[in-house]
Structure formats: C-alpha cells, structure tokens
C-alpha cells in the first residue's frame, strides 16, 4: 500500500498544499526546525487512526483563524484505489469518509490506512509511567486483533462506573451499595480478563520481535530483550476485584484491574526503565514500534506506511543505517533537520519550503 | 438582539434534546409567527401534558390522570409474564412486535453511577413488590444491550432469582432481513456466541 497524494488545507500552518511521495519507496522531506514537517507525517498519521501521534488537539491542529480543516489523500491498498476525506472541525464532531462512505470505527481507518509511526517522543514508552506502555500494547491489539476495540471500551466504561460508585460509597459499604458494586465486578472482571489476556498474548508474540529488532539495531546478538507482563491481578480480576472490594472502597478508586498493570521491560535482566542507558532506551523503543509494525505488517499481508519523524537527529549514523536496512520493504516518508545517512536511498526530497509555497 | 420574551423562549427551546441554538431561534421565530390560537394550544398542551401524565401505579408506565396504563387496564393481558423496559418508549417498541401479551415494568432509566443513578433512582422496589401478589412466574430483562443495560439486567436477574421465578434476558444478535457482511463485529460476535443448534421443529 502506499499513500500516492495528500491534500491539506488549514491544516497547521499549510494553508493549501499538496504531497505526492513515491508510493512504493522512500520519501524524505527536508527543512529545519518548524516549518511543518512534522506536520505532513501527522496529517497522515490521523488519516490511519483517528488523531495525532503528537497528542494534539483537533483545535491545535486546525489553522488559526479556520473553523474546519480538510485533510484528502489518495492510496493505492492491494491494487485499488482508496480515497480517504477527513474534515477536522476545530469544536465539535469531525468526520472521516473512506470512498465517500462515512468511516464507522477506527479500525476501518486502520485498514484503509495502516501506519507505524516512529518518532523522538516514543522514548517516553521505555521511561515514563505504565500507562504509555499499555497504551502501545492497546493500540497494537486494536490493529491486530478485531475484538479488542470493543473490549477495551467495555473495560474503560465499567472501570468508571465503578470508580464513580466507589466514590459515591465515601469509604461505608452498604448491603444495597454492596449489591451494586457486584454488578460492576462482574462487568469490569469480564471485560477486564479478556484484556489481560489479549494483552499477556501479544507481549508474547512481540518479544521475539522486539528482540530482533533490538538485536540488529544495536548491531549486537547478546543482548536479550524480554517483557513481562505484570498484572496487578493476581490469580483471575473478578475474584481479585472481589478481594480488593474492602480496600477499594475505603480508598474510593479501583486498586486492581488492566488500568494498573504495566509491561516490564528488560535488557539482559536490568529494568530498562530505570537501569539502562539513554541510547539503549532510544534503541528498545524503537525495537517496540519496530516489533509491532512487524506484527502488523504479517497480519495485513503488505506493510503499513512508515513514518519516521526525526529520528536520525536521536541515533548514531551507524544505528540510523541499521534502522533503514532493518525496515520491511514498503512506503517510508522520513523527515529530516539533519543530512541523511550516506547509504540511505530516498527515491525522492521534498523540500518543506515548496510545500508551503504551493497553492494548488 | 431579542427582546426579553423572545430571548427567554430561545433559551427554553435550546435546553429541549436535540435542539441547538439555530434550531431553537428558528423554532423561536417560528412561533412569533404563527397565530396566538396556535401558540396557545401548543402551550396549553405541554401543561396538560405535565399536569394529567401520572405514572400507573402498577407498572410506572405513562398513564392519564391517576389510572391505569392502557396495558394494565387490558384484562386480557397475561399478568404472569412481565417485561422489564427501561423507558415507556420502549413498551412502544416491543408492542409492535404483536408477540409479548403479558405486561411491563418500567425501571426509568438503567444503573449507572457516573450519572449517580444506583437501583434507589429506579423503579426496582415496584417490581420486587409484584411480584407476589401479581402471581408473577416469569420476568423478561429487556433493558438495552449496552453495557448499562446489561449491568442492570445482571442485578435485577440477581435480585429476583432467589425468589423461585423464572428470569429470562432478550436475546442480541442480527437484524432480520440484514446482510451479514454489514453487521459489525461486535453484534455479529454476540450472534455468535449466542448461536443456537437447528432441529427440525424449529
């Protein structure tokens, strides 16, 4: 699949412009610092999934002084011909026609336009906080598994309600508040489980992945990587909501459940998060997005397009070089503030500032 | 802009579900056109409305003035069978299938904490209490296949259980007459997992 025109106005700072990358190869757009780069792999990135991989705002996204953005690309997916329209309204709903048909889901988006994204921001996975990890782990399974966006709606939905009747109990359990919160068990621990184990499933089929990965970007084969999958329910989540229902109650919030579990990373046995060095953690979290394209790109039949935002300012040349040969073969749009790796092969530069002249 | 009359009815018009601020200055304007006869008789309808609308005192359904609802006062209905609703709107929807002949029991409205509605918000004390003396032998949760819904059918099940009755909750799957290439995965996998054997009789 490749993306073979973007279209984009008031979008940014491009008040109109138009993108034709090579489909079947490596584009590189070039400019300095802030002048919208980045921009154009965030277009297509919302375009596969709904929103930004900065974490932007629709409104920060829209051009100042526009109410609505418009964002069309045109792909070739498996022979055909796909158009994806998505009007981006700064408040309010926005909406995204695939082949003029309203798209239903984010998983229709997904399959339409498939993206790995990789950028500076991904080390925040291997050093931050739980919840960057199991969000990687969760967007992961809602492209490759096709139940799980419907569970991990149920779960964040049932784990609010009962949070919110867990607040409402002010620490005193009553017989009818009791009777309740069993309903709510049973809802989050059902949901909840499958989750768990969709989750604990792909941290098993990643490992190896990531492993390689890792392996051949560190251009180094001793270097095990392994993640753990740490849940924060022992033994089965409705009856460890069960056990915890005394203490969650006191405490007015939900101990146990997906929300607090957390994947460990390690390289050869150290917690990568707080033992490895800045260039391993740059490394695994690469590895991870690697891995997970790998996953996906299997399960597709064809890769989804790469997007790689500013990475050979974090990396080595060496690593950068082994980051492109590690790459499955597909459509790859690069951005870039620094000169290229020699041995990289762009079928085609972009320069940002005909971007920005254009008005088409 | 608008005078203090007009003004105050854009903002009741714009507080109605589903109306905007456009929807509600053009409702508005709308009004300020038509006949006073007009106006009156729909105001004089919303009154009416609010001040004859009871609930029927065995089912919490709508009914007129203190009676009964249209359901209950039916003798012929069977008062052995009763159907959970979460909402009077809900009896219209399964009224038109022809195929329910017991009666109902309106909960108004289905758990939900995040919008501080527990089983005291509902009318689930009223349906324990029919239970007996209505000589109920089976209960239909028919509350939404939403997650609400199926919470709240999950602790009326638990509640009436014990009580030697019959519990049944509706079945979800596909829309008849559908094609099963535009159900989404998840009604088609409920349909799945509830998928039932085929003998001859059926």
């Known amino acids: ?360 | 802009m608008y005078t203090p009359p007009l003004r105050n009815l854009v903002d009741e018009l714009g507080r109605l579900p589903g109306i905007g601020p456009k929807s509600a200055q053009r409702l508005a304007f709308h009004l300020l056109k038509v006949p006073r006869d007009d106006a009156e008789r729909l105001a004089r309808a919303i009154v009416e409305m609010k001040d004859r609308t009871t609930l029927c005192r065995v089912c919490c359904n709508v009914a007129d003035g203190g009676a009964l609802c249209p359901v209950c006062a039916d003798d012929r209905r069977d008062t052995t069978t009763v159907c959970v609703v979460e909402d009077p709107r809900d009896i219209v929807a399964v009224e038109k299938t022809g195929q329910f002949h017991g009666r109902y029991h309106v909960l108004h409205g289905a758990l939900n904490p995040l919008e501080g509605i527990g089983p005291e918000e509902l009318k689930v004390r009223e349906l324990l209490a029919r239970i007996e003396p209505e000589g109920v032998a089976e209960v239909i949760l028919c509350t939404n296949p939403n997650l609400e819904g199926e919470a709240t059918a999950m602790y009326l099940a638990r509640l009436l259980s014990p009580l030697g009755l019959e519990v049944t909750r509706i079945a979800s799957g596909l829309p008849v007459g559908g094609d099963l290439e535009y159900a989404d995965e998840l009604t088609l996998g409920r349909a799945l997992e509830g998928r039932r054997s085929v003998r001859e009789e059926n």
């Open chain 1, 1 to 360: 699949m490749g993306l073979l025109r973007l279209d984009l106005s008031s979008f940014r700072i491009f008040a109109s412009t138009v993108f034709e990358p090579d489909p079947g190869a490596t584009t590189v757009i070039v400019g300095p610092n802030g002048t919208g780069k980045t921009s154009i792999l965030e277009a297509v990135g919302y375009l596969g999934t709904g929103r930004s991989f900065r974490g932007s705002t629709r409104e920060a996204m829209v051009s100042q002084g526009a109410s609505h953005a418009l964002l069309r690309a045109w792909l070739e997916v498996g022979g055909r011909e796909v158009q994806i329209e998505a009007e981006m309204a700064k408040v309010g709903r926005s909406k995204v026609l695939i082949n003029r048909q309203p798209a239903r889901s984010r998983r229709d988006l997904a399959e339409a336009v498939a993206v790995s994204t990789f950028s500076p921001e991904d080390l925040v996975v291997v050093r931050g906080g739980p919840a960057g990890r199991r969000d990687l782990l969760d967007d992961a399974l809602s492209l490759l598994q096709p139940s799980a966006g419907g569970i991990l709606e149920d779960v964040d939905r049932a784990l609010r309600q009962r949070s919110a009747l867990l607040r409402q109990c002010r620490g005193r359990l009553s017989s009818e508040a009791e009777a309740t919160l069993e309903v709510w068990d049973d809802r989050l621990g059902g949901a909840g489980q499958k989750l768990i184990e969709l989750r604990r499933g792909l941290c098993h089929s990643l490992e190896a992945e990531v492993e390689r990965a890792y392996q051949s970007l560190a251009g180094d084969d001793a270097q095990r990587v392994q993640m753990h999958y740490q849940c924060s329910a022992e033994g089965g989540l409705l009856d460890a909501l069960r056990r915890a229902r005394v203490e969650d109650v006191r405490r007015g919030v939900s101990t146990v459940g997906p929300h607090r579990d957390d994947l460990q990373l390690t390289l050869n046995g150290r917690e990568a998060r707080s033992q490895a060095s800045q260039g391993e953690q740059r490394c695994l979290a690469l590895s991870l997005r690697l891995g997970v394209h790998r996953l996906v790109t299997a399960q597709l039949g064809h890769p989804p397009i790469l997007l790689l935002d500013d990475v050979f300012s974090e990396l080595d040349p060496e690593r950068s070089l082994r980051l492109i040969t590690e790459l499955p073969p597909g459509q790859t749009l690069i951005t870039s503030a620094v000169p290229l790796p020699r041995q990289v092969e762009a079928a085609s530069v972009v320069d940002i500032a005909q971007l920005r002249g254009h008005h088409g």
